[in-house]
């Protein structure tokens, strides 16, 4: 493990933020927008999941978990907090679904090469000490397919290391998280053996702007403008991004 006292481990494995993780993020129309929006990027890439063996790190309480199970994969959830990890577990049982769980750290996968057809990761390589190691190691254990997401430098993504200091006095749980160039990803990309198939760039406007207002008649009006403008393909985030091992045979 990596600095075990980065808030990466540290925070997400407290009761109080890991209970209130998916009213804070996925609560309502809009929340379920967003997840949805991922969701279907995933499925659209991924293909037919039932039967394929998945690696989900950065599981969390389980936002792609639960759906891949329920449509037949057999999916590894993998998180540093055993807190998350239990939440997950909970959703599960009262969902029917047989989900593996496993608490390990991204920087070092217990896994052998290629032991996967396909490894996701939603909201983590943002968080973690090393993001050129957990990339490394997520290909490293991945067969066919890599799909992530993460922050990026351009459009109000970008501004984040600059405001993310002023929020936290007044929300001490507030941490800064990192944002990337798409060519940072690429080449790291390239390296290990993989190639970008699809990119997918989300909302122009802040999340937490989004949730403010909590209209879903605001969000996809405003975004389907912004879209036809141009300004999504742009400065629209997350970026999530599909990535196939190069010498796969098709």
């Known amino acids: 493990m990596k600095d075990s006292t980065h808030y990466s481990y ?45 690696l989900d790190m950065g599981a969390g309480t389980g936002r792609m978990t639960l759906p891949l199970s329920r449509r037949g994969a057999r999916v590894i959830a993998a998180d540093a907090s055993q807190k998350m990890l239990e939440i997950l577990k909970e959703k599960a049982f009262l969902q029917g679904l047989d989900v593996e769980l496993s608490r390990i750290d991204a920087h070092s996968l217990p896994f052998p090469d290629r032991h996967f057809d396909a490894a996701i990761s939603f909201r983590m390589i943002m968080h973690v000490v090393d993001w050129h190691t957990a990339l490394a190691e997520l290909c490293r254990v991945t067969s066919r397919i890599v799909i992530l997401d993460f922050p990026p430098v351009c459009g109000f993504a970008g501004l984040a290391p600059a405001v993310h200091p002023v929020i936290r006095p007044f929300n001490p749980n507030h941490q800064s998280y990192r944002v990337f160039k798409t060519s940072e990803i690429r080449n790291a990309l390239e390296s290990y053996g993989f190639e970008i198939r699809a990119v997918d760039r989300h909302v122009v406007l802040p999340f937490g702007l989004h949730r403010a207002v909590n209209s879903i008649r605001f969000t996809r009006w405003t975004e389907t403008l912004l879209a036809r403008i141009g300004l999504r393909d742009l400065l629209g985030a997350p970026v999530t991004i599909a990535a196939e091992r190069k010498d796969v045979v098709q």
């Open 10 to 54: 540290t925070l997400y494995d407290r009761d109080d933020v890991t209970r209130g993780f998916d009213n804070a993020r996925f609560k309502g129309e809009i929340g379920r927008f967003f997840q949805a929006h991922q969701e279907a990027f995933v499925m659209t890439h991924l293909g037919e999941p039932s039967g394929m063996t998945l």
